[in-house]
């Protein structure tokens, strides 16, 4: 992680850990041509699309 994502991950992560306590989250640690290898041959073991969690009494918005 570079500069101001080092500090950003962990409470990102946290937050969605919460939100979706069912979906597992393992962060894993590429270099840069193992990032561009993985978005290049679509490696993800994460669905392509879910919902943003909506805050606790916030409706939803479509």
């Known amino acids: 992680m570079g500069h101001g ?3 950003l991950t ?3 992560i ?3 850990r919460r939100a ?3 979906v597992p989250v393992e962060p894993l640690q590429l ?4 990032y561009v290898s993985a978005l290049a041959t679509t490696t993800w073991t994460s669905p392509s ?4 969690p ?3 009494g916030s409706p ?3």
């Open 10 to 12: 962990p409470a990102a």
């Open 49 to 52: 699309y879910a919902p943003p």
């Open 54 to 56: 909506t805050m606790s």
């Open 60 to 62: 939803a918005t479509a």
């Open 20 to 22: 979706r306590p069912d």
């Open 14 to 16: 946290n937050a969605y």
């Open 31 to 34: 270099d840069f041509t193992e």
């Open 5 to 7: 994502s080092a500090e």
